[in-house]
C-alpha cells in the first residue's frame, strides 16, 4: 500500500500546485458573476428554445432577451463567437446559468489538467517545470476560470489534437483541431502550418472535418445567421470592432498600429500621423511577414517549435487579447521546457513570460502612448527571442521585399474604404451601447444599458427636428437622396433644421454598440 501511494505521488506531485490553484478558483468562480460564460450559455438556451437568429448578434437585443428571463444584472454580447460556439454548448441549457458555468468549469479544468500532464509525459520533461505553470501563468488560469472563459478547453483541443499529429492520427487530430476552428477561429492558421510541412492529407482531413461541423451547425441553426456572421460580424471582428474602436486593453499589433496612424476626432485625437494608407500597408506587411516567416519555420526538424511559433502568430495577428488567451502560450513554454538551452536564455524567456502573463494592465494603460503598450512591447520580444535560433533559416533579402508587395494592396484597401463623413455626438466617455433615443424641442433624451440595467440622459440640441429620414439597405435616404455609404448598422434618422442628419450607428464599433452620430445633408 505504501508503494502504491509512493507511486501515486511521485506520478502525481508536479500537478498538486496548479490542481490547488485551479481548485481554489472553480470555489472562487461558483460566487462569482456569469461574465463571459453568460455569451456561452444563452446563445446555446436561445439556440434550444428556437430563438437562435442573426438578432442575437445585436448586444441590445441579446441582452433585452435574457433581462425577460429573470437575468436583470448582466451585461453581455453574443459577438464575436460563430453560430457553432451557441449548438456546442446546446446541452448545458438544462442546466441554471451558474450551475452550467460550475460544471463547465469543471469539465475544462479536468481536461486541461489531463492533457496539460499527457504532454510533459510524451516529451518525458522534467516536472520541475510543471510546477512552475502556476506560477507563470496565474492570472490566465485564474481569469480563465472566474469569466467562465473556453481557454482551457482550447488548450485541451489544441493539445489533443498535436499529440494526435505526432503519432501520425490525422483523422483524430482534425476532430480536435476542427472543433477548435469553430469555436475560437484563429486555429484556423493550423491549416497553412499542415499545408507548409507538406502534410496535404493531414490538411484535406482538418478542412473537411471544418466543413461538417459548420454544415451541422447551419442543419440545426439555419443559414441565415451563418450568412450573417461571415457577412457583418467576422469583417467587424477581424477589425477589431467588438466594443468601441480603440481598445487599449486589447495589447495587439492592430490596436497599436490603429493608434498610431488613424485619426478620430473623439477616440484618437493625437495620432502620430494620421495615414489610413500607411496604416494598410503597415498591417497588411506585418501579416505577410509572419506568413513568410512561419513558411521557413515550418520546416524546422522540430515540430514543435513550427507548432509553437503558430500559435504564437495567431496571438500577434488578433485584432484584440486578453490576459485569458494567453494560455495557448503553454505550447512554447512546453518546446522551452524540453529544449536544451543555456540557462541564462531560459530564464529570461520565463521571466518574459511571467511578465506578459501577471503584470496588471492598469500599471501602463494610464500612462502616456506608446508606453501604455508595454506589455504588447514584451509579447514582441518573447516572440524575437523565441525566433532567434531559426533566424539563419528565414532569407531577410526576401523579407525586405514585402512593404513593395503590399504597396499596391495598401492602396486598393485604402481607396476601396467609403469615406466617412458623419462624426460622433457625444464625447469619448459615453454609454457603450447606446439603443434609443427622443427628441422634445432641443433636447435629446438617450437611452442606454450597462451591467446596471437601462439608464437615459439628457443633452441639448442646436436645432429642432423637423422630419424623418428613411433607412433602406442600411442606407439613409432624404428627400429621395442617398446621404451615407458606410457599412456600419444604422437606425432611427431624423433631420434637424441645420441640415443634417442624425443616427444611431455602430461605425467602427462592435456590431450593434451604437451611438449617436451626425451627417451633413448633400
Not at 155 to 170: I, T
Not at 320 to 330: A, M, Q
Not at 376 to 398: H, M, N, Q, T
Not at 456 to 480: C, D, G, R, T, Y
Request: proline share 5%; aromatic share 20%; charged share 15%.
Amino acid at each position: 500500500m505504501f508503494r502504491i501511494m509512493k507511486k501515486l505521488f511521485e506520478t502525481y506531485y508536479p500537478l498538486l500546485p496548479i490542481i490547488a490553484l485551479c481548485g481554489f478558483y472553480l470555489y472562487q468562480a461558483s460566487g462569482f458573476v456569469l461574465h463571459d460564460f453568460a455569451n456561452y450559455y444563452f446563445g446555446g438556451y436561445f439556440l434550444s428554445e428556437g430563438h437562435f437568429t442573426s438578432d442575437l448578434y445585436f448586444p441590445a437585443i441579446f441582452n433585452e432577451q435574457i433581462t425577460a428571463l429573470g437575468y436583470t444584472s448582466i451585461f453581455t454580447s453574443f459577438a464575436p463567437n460563430t453560430p457553432f460556439l451557441a449548438l456546442f454548448f446546446y446541452p448545458f441549457h438544462l442546466l441554471d446559468p451558474y450551475t452550467a458555468k460550475i460544471i463547465f468549469n469543471l469539465i475544462s479544468s479536468v481536461l486541461f489538467l489531463y492533457s496539460l500532464r499527457r504532454i510533459f509525459q510524451y516529451y518525458s520533461i522534467q516536472p520541475i517545470y510543471l510546477v512552475l505553470v502556476p506560477f507563470l501563468f496565474f492570472i490566465p488560469i485564474k481569469n480563465n476560470l472566474l469569466f467562465g472563459q473556453l481557454y482551457f478547453l482550447l488548450f485541451f483541443l489544441l493539445a489533443e489534437g498535436w499529440l494526435a499529429y505526432e503519432k501520425k492520427q490525422f483523422f483524430r487530430m482534425s476532430l480536435f483541431w476542427g472543433i477548435a476552428i469553430l469555436l475560437k477561429i484563429f486555429p484556423v492558421l493550423l491549416i497553412l502550418f499542415l499545408l507548409f510541412q507538406k502534410k496535404f492529407k493531414a490538411a484535406l482531413y482538418l478542412i473537411g472535418v471544418c466543413a461538417g461541423l459548420a454544415l451541422l451547425s447551419v442543419i440545426i441553426s439555419g443559414f441565415e445567421i451563418w450568412v450573417f456572421f461571415l457577412k457583418d460580424v467576422f469583417p467587424k471582428a477581424s477589425n477589431g470592432e467588438i466594443a468601441t474602436a480603440f481598445v487599449d486593453n486589447y495589447q495587439s499589433f492592430y490596436m497599436f498600429t490603429k493608434r498610431l496612424l488613424l485619426f478620430d476626432p473623439i477616440e484618437n485625437p493625437n495620432p502620430l500621423w494620421n495615414s489610413p494608407l500607411f496604416f494598410q500597408i503597415v498591417w497588411i506587411t506585418f501579416k505577410l511577414s509572419l506568413l513568410y516567416i512561419g513558411f521557413f519555420v515550418s520546416q524546422n526538424h522540430d515540430k514543435l517549435f513550427a507548432f509553437s511559433f503558430w500559435i504564437i502568430a495567431a496571438i500577434l495577428l488578433s485584432p484584440y487579447g486578453s490576459t485569458y488567451t494567453f494560455i495557448v502560450l503553454l505550447f512554447p513554454f512546453i518546446f522551452l521546457a524540453k529544449k536544451r538551452i543555456p540557462s541564462g536564455t531560459k530564464i529570461t524567456v520565463f521571466v518574459l513570460l511571467f511578465i506578459i502573463c501577471n503584470v496588471p494592465l492598469s500599471l501602463f494603460l494610464t500612462k502616456v502612448f506608446p508606453i501604455s503598450y508595454i506589455r504588447l512591447g514584451f509579447v514582441l520580444f518573447f516572440f524575437l527571442l523565441f525566433l532567434f535560433p531559426e533566424r539563419k533559416r528565414i532569407s531577410r533579402k526576401r523579407i525586405l521585399l514585402l512593404p513593395i508587395i503590399t504597396l499596391p494592396i495598401g492602396f486598393i484597401g485604402s481607396y476601396s474604404q467609403p469615406t466617412e463623413n458623419s462624426k460622433a455626438l457625444l464625447p469619448k466617455d459615453s454609454p457603450i451601447l447606446i439603443y434609443d433615443y427622443t427628441v422634445s424641442g432641443n433636447e435629446l433624451r438617450y437611452f442606454y444599458r450597462d451591467e446596471n440595467g437601462t439608464h437615459s440622459a439628457v443633452i441639448s440640441l442646436p436645432e429642432v427636428k423637423i422630419a424623418e429620414a428613411v433607412i433602406q439597405n442600411n442606407q439613409i435616404f432624404h428627400n429621395e437622396k442617398q446621404q451615407t455609404l458606410g457599412k456600419d448598422h444604422k437606425q432611427k434618422a431624423i433631420v434637424l433644421k441645420n441640415k443634417t442628419i442624425l443616427y444611431l450607428s455602430d461605425y467602427g464599433r462592435g456590431i450593434g454598440f451604437y451611438t449617436l452620430r451626425k451627417n451633413s445633408i448633400h
